[in-house]
């Protein structure tokens, strides 16, 4: 009977223990991303008092008295702050996946289409990755949880870090760009910043299961002129067939989903007729002639 009974209280303890361990990685708090600019720039320049104030305050509203976390956003959006203020436009990329990646070699050709499309309009452009995703198990677990329900957590820090730099660098827009899942959570930064006519958005590939609102001021390509995306019209035989008796390959050229799994169409690149065409005219309609 003793034997038992202490047989009973190890397991109850070690389900308490398990328990504990994943409730802990299923319903951790978001951490906030993390801006990389991509361009040459130089170093940072001398910062105005209020906006390193304002910078703070913003971190202290996200994060609490997380002295950490909010030196880290804070040093982040400073940069971005010194050098975006002699630009006419921010360019901020969401990658899919994990959100942690860097720019794959088919959005590159994208983001380089951006630059020179609008460069030909007469505009500068800074180009930074938004990272929604810090390294580890923890942080990824929070990224699945995230990506699920739509990001109702993780798009307000970034819409908020948008809002801060147009209200401090005068006529500065913004362009919001994402793939996949990083369409999806650019879509809900747009949303929260429908108010802010500063602010527009590029998207490709969103995934069927998203129905969010899309502004005016986004433009969303779901076809990238030559294969239809099995992603983004829910085909899953079609995705199930194109991986079918075939070995996992590392970014196929039809179109992938997580990097190994066949999704034909579900690739978006410059040189595609579906991508090129509507991206120049949208930035034309918006931004020639400014």
């Not at 320049?45 to 202290?60: C, F, Q, R």
């Not at 995703?133 to 929070?142: D, P």
């Not at 006519?197 to 502004?215: E, K, N, W």
């Not at 986004?218 to 294969?227: A, E, K, M, Y």
Request: net charge negative; glycine share 8%; hydrophobic share 40%.
């Amino acid at each position: 009977m003793k034997g038992k009974f202490i047989m009973s209280s190890i397991v109850l303890v070690v389900s308490v223990v398990l328990l504990r361990a994943v409730g802990g990685l299923v319903f951790s708090a978001c951490l906030p991303g993390e801006f990389s600019i991509q361009d040459d720039v130089e170093g940072v320049m001398d910062i105005p008092e209020h906006v390193v104030e304002d910078a703070n305050n913003l971190a202290l509203q996200l994060f609490g008295n997380s002295n950490d976390e909010c030196d880290r956003l804070v040093d982040s959006l400073l940069q971005v702050y010194s050098q975006a203020e002699d630009r006419d436009f921010l360019l901020i990329f969401n990658s899919g996946g994990l959100g942690k990646e860097e720019i794959g070699p088919e959005w590159a050709s994208i983001l380089e289409g951006i630059e020179e499309e609008l460069g030909k309009l007469g505009h500068t452009t800074l180009l930074v990755i938004y990272a929604r995703t810090s390294e580890g198990l923890r942080a990824s677990i929070t990224e699945i949880r995230e990506s699920i329900y739509f990001y109702p957590s993780k798009a307000q820090p970034l819409a908020s870090q948008i809002d801060f730099l147009t209200r401090h660098i005068e006529g500065i827009r913004v362009i919001v760009a994402g793939e996949s899942g990083g369409a999806v959570f650019s879509n809900e930064v747009m949303e929260l910043l429908e108010a802010n006519p500063r602010v527009y958005s590029i998207q490709t590939g969103i995934p069927f299961a998203y129905h969010g609102l899309v502004s005016e001021r986004s433009l969303v390509i779901n076809d990238n002129g030559i294969i239809p995306d099995v992603l983004s019209t829910g085909d899953l035989w079609a995705i199930f067939l194109a991986n079918l008796w075939r070995l996992p390959t590392y970014r196929p050229a039809e179109g992938h989903l997580f990097f190994y799994i066949r999704a034909p169409g579900h690739i978006y690149t410059w040189d595609h007729p579906g991508v090129n065409s509507e991206i120049s005219s949208f930035l034309r309609d918006h931004f020639a002639g400014e």
